[in-house]
């Protein structure tokens, strides 16, 4: 049992100091076996280290919200333009074509509309997760919840277990509950528990002082966008969570709720790998508007 006592918050991040890839270019994954990081390989770009992941799991807690009534419509023309899906396996075996031949973040635990944002202790069965060739894992962390904080531990461990078993990465996503503060030391708090119980990919929010979440979190961080803002907003998250640290984004609403999820999507893009700051991700964005 820790010794919370004397609990003395990190004060020295070494900000100034690159995080070595020790010649893998996934953070903390160079020593991981040979399929992991095929898998890994697959979602992070290996030029830039980073990934743009379509997030499209909302219905499974939320229904068919605004941006994902038809998936087919919605989300299948936007495909091409994006490194990982991020899906619940329904949509991925009912919807997604298999020839898409895009990495898939499985979300591999449950929710309910009551509690929206917090799961219960359901985890996929492994068997399932390879019949459907995912590259990833993603289970839900409640940190801080009294109710779900521990269950949710335990189904993150359990994911570890099964994917290191058998090569498949897990993601971490950290749940805000309504009673907890979105700054930088709750989310350090929640990524750095995901990262120390096994995650090999952190999604969390960015937030002010984000640079020191994503310095103390010895995996890659990918950021949630989190409701939908105005184009050039979200934009400008993606480059500040990219410029403080992040590996890229799982973005969904920013997207699919865009006045053109197409032109959206591109723009992020351009963002996060080639460097684009947001007034050039935004004339990109209308560029591409325009042009439809
Ligand atoms: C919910 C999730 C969502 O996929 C995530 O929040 C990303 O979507 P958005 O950018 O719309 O927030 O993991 O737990």
Redesign the pocket.
């Known amino acids: 049992m820790a010794d919370l006592d004397d609990l003395r918050e990190g004060r020295d991040f070494g900000l100034e100091v690159a995080a070595g890839n020790q010649g893998y270019h996934v953070k903390g994954a160079a020593h991981l076996p040979w399929g992991m990081k095929d898998r890994l390989s697959r979602i992070f770009n290996p030029k830039t280290g980073r990934t743009v992941m379509l ?4 219905g499974f ?1 939320m229904g068919p919200t605004s941006g994902l009534e038809r998936i087919d419509l919605n989300i299948i023309p936007l495909i091409q333009y994006a490194d990982c899906l ?1 899906c619940t396996r329904g949509i991925l075996q009912s919807v997604i074509p298999p020839d898409t031949n895009k990495p898939v973040c499985l ?1 591999s635990d449950a ?1 309910t509309t009551i509690l929206t ?1 917090l799961n219960d202790n359901v985890l996929i069965d492994i068997e399932d997760a390879i019949r459907l060739n995912v590259s990833a894992m ?1 289970v ?1 962390l409640s940190i801080g919840d009294p109710d779900f904080e521990a269950k949710t531990i335990a189904n993150l461990y359990k994911a570890v277990d099964l994917g290191s078993r058998y090569g498949i990465p897990v993601m971490g ?1 950290t ?1 805000v509950g309504k009673q907890m503060v979105r700054d930088a030391r709750y989310f350090g708090l929640a990524s750095r528990i995901c990262a120390e119980n096994g995650a090999n990919i952190v ?1 969390t ?1 960015y937030c002010e002082g984000f640079e020191k979440v994503a310095a103390a979190c010895p995996v890659p961080v990918v ?6 803002l105005p184009e050039k907003e979200a934009l400008e998250l993606c480059y500040k969570a990219v410029n403080d640290g992040a590996s890229g ?9 865009s006045a053109s999820p197409a032109a959206m999507i591109q723009a992020i893009h351009a963002v996060v790998h080639d460097g684009l700051n947001p007034e050039q991700g935004y004339g990109l964005f209308n560029d591409l508007l325009n042009s439809d």
Request: no cysteine.
């Open positions: 997030a499209f799991d909302h807690i991020m979300r929710g944002e993603a839900m996503v749940a999604k929010y950021i949630a966008g989190g409701k939908k984004v799982d973005m969904g609403r920013n997207v699919f709720q």
